[in-house]
């Protein structure tokens, strides 16, 4: 059984920063390629960025320069730091390991103007 819980979120003032974790309990093999999405209210969820079996990383435009994604294989964790925030950047944010097809059950990131 796997399961992904991530935690972090909470409520900043706009160009403070987050980190965004989420822990991978079951197979650690399903860290091998993990993803951070996102779904604001009224909106589709939409891809953050991803991390792939060889470490390379994508972002979406929207966050590119801002956000950093990386994990630790050790602890089973995947990571989101988050600078620079924008109230734009407000929304549920959930992680997903793409390798096992299996969601987190998200963490509220709240920026405020």
């Known amino acids: 059984q796997v399961q992904l819980v991530e935690s972090g979120g909470g409520s900043v003032q706009a160009g403070g920063s987050l980190t965004l974790s989420c822990v991978v309990y079951g197979l650690p093999w399903c860290m091998s390629r993990m993803s951070w999405y996102r779904q604001a209210p009224g909106k589709e969820r939409e891809i953050v960025s991803g991390?792939?079996?060889?470490?390379?990383?994508t972002y979406a435009d929207s966050v590119k320069g801002r956000f950093t994604i990386s994990r630790d294989d050790t602890q089973s964790t995947l990571y989101l730091q988050m600078n620079s925030l924008k109230p734009e950047d407000t929304a549920m944010y959930y992680c997903?390991?793409?390798?096992?097809?299996?969601w987190g059950q998200g963490t509220q990131v709240t920026v405020s103007s």
């Open positions: 997903k390991s793409d390798q096992c097809n299996r």
């Open positions: 991390i792939g079996s060889d470490d390379t990383t």
